[in-house]
């Protein structure tokens, strides 16, 4: 009997492809960048502030999320987003960088407008986006929240309440501004 050697199927190989791609160095926009352990702070809601629209959406991943659970937990910086809006690439080193100095006390989450995945996730990796984000296919989100156009941060604190709105984005300086009014960091070191 001749033994061939086994060849593996294309299909396996297109397998195999698909399934190291999906595999990120990190998380790229799904549930699993939704933290799970509750942030080491405490938060000072905004007296009189306006009611934050409790959307709900889809994430990258198909997981579905309602805003108001992500803001119950943490201080919630809502980005509106899209892949061609240089606006909103240029925002966002300084979004990453503020948020990303109150820990795990404020969570960042990118709403996207329904454009193709690879589009949402090429600009995930360029521009090092590793939260949450939502695809809003019918725009019902950027509806809720008077949207026209990107980029349009808003600040929401773990009552609900609307903190701050920039229309345009916002720059780093009015971010930390808006938070600090909301988070105090609990110090651990004794």
Known sequence: MIRRPVLPSLA??????????????????????????????SFSPVDGAVRAPAASGTLIDGT???LADLWAQRALVVQFTASWCTQCRDAEPALR??????????LLVHVALDEPVDDIRAYLDENGVTGPV??????????D????????????????GIV???????????????????????????
């Open 97 to 106: 960088e503020v948020v990303e100095s109150y820990d795990d006390a404020v």
């Open 164 to 190: 701050r709105m920039w229309p345009s984005g916002a720059s780093g300086d009015d971010l930390r501004a808006a938070l600090d009014r909301v988070v105090q960091k609990t110090d651990t070191k004794k």
């Open 64 to 66: 579905r999320v309602d």
């Open 145 to 160: 929240y008077a949207v026209s156009e990107p980029p349009m941060t808003a600040v929401i604190d773990t009552e609900g």
């Open 12 to 41: 396996a190989v297109a397998g195999l492809a698909l399934l190291l791609a999906g595999c990120a160095s990190t998380p790229r926009g799904g549930a699993e960048t939704i933290p799970t352990a509750a942030p080491e702070a």
């Open 134 to 143: 939502v695809v809003d296919r019918k725009r019902s989100i950027w509806r």
